[in-house]
């Protein structure tokens, strides 16, 4: 308890699953936390909850995608908070497909979301750090990054999110500010659910057949990645930069 006392976070795509994790633990490490989303009743519904247990957070209504709504969320936090530490790139949509059925629109919507929801959130969160001298941008990656059947838009993105998070750790490095990456492995959000659906099998025979390939022998929970994203978060963490962190209850998928 009380880690991250005193810091200010900005959490994207909060409202649900690993973020929403991630900002309650945070908060009950003593940061004030932005929950941030695409989806207006996530947020809502998100800061409803952990208000209730007594915890500092506040939500924005932030599609990542727009620089605009990027930029003045950065303003606002500032503003209401007076400083922004903690940056967690963590918004995220999957537009699975085979790359002979995969569209235009599949490609793009998920390089948007992924890799220049990352830039412009980042871009405009160093500018703060960089006054600060002091920041934490962690970036979540995936194990699909290492490749996965469906998904060479997905992969592509979280790949790429991995040099983006080690060339800002050699540019931001100088201003106390540190970047890394966690990359998850399977874990239990309604973007799996998403894909147990789609391909057209239940949820439960999902991890049935998932859970055979991870050596710890079960599937990952939201928290499972906010525990990882705690120590890049923290202070005792200042020696570690541009690291990627598989969260993936082994050494791949
Ligand atoms: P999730 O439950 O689907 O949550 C993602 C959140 O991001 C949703 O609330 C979504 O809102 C929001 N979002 C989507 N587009 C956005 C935008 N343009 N601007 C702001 N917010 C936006 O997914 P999750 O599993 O927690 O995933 C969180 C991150 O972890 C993602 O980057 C994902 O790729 C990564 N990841 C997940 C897994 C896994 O197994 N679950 C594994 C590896 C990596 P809407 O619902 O309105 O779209």
Known sequence: MGRLK???????????GIGFAAARRFAREGAQVCLTD?????????????RGEGLE???????????????SAVEEIVRRCGRLDILVNNAGVIRDNLLFKMTDEDWQTVMDVHLKGAFYCSRAAQKVMVEQKYGRIINISSTSALGNRGQANYSAAK???????????????????TVNAVAP???????????A???????????????????????????DVAAALLFFASEEASYVNGQVLYVAGGPKA
């Open 38 to 50: 695409i989806d207006e009743e996530g947020i809502r519904r998100a800061e409803e909850s952990l």
């Open 185 to 195: 492995g399977f874990i239990e959000t309604e973007m799996t659910r998403a894909t």
């Open 159 to 177: 790949a790429g999110l991995q040099g983006f998070t080690k060339t800002l750790a050699i540019e931001l490095g100088k201003f106390g500010i």
């Open 6 to 16: 005193g810091r200010v976070a900005m959490i994207t795509g909060a409202g649900r």
């Open 197 to 223: 659906e789609r391909i057209g099998i239940s949820f439960e025979q999902f991890v049935e057949e998932v859970k055979k390939q991870i050596p710890v022998g079960r599937i990952g929970q939201p928290e």
């Open 57 to 71: 957070v506040f939500g924005l209504r932030v599609d990542v995608t727009d620089r605009a709504q990027v930029e």
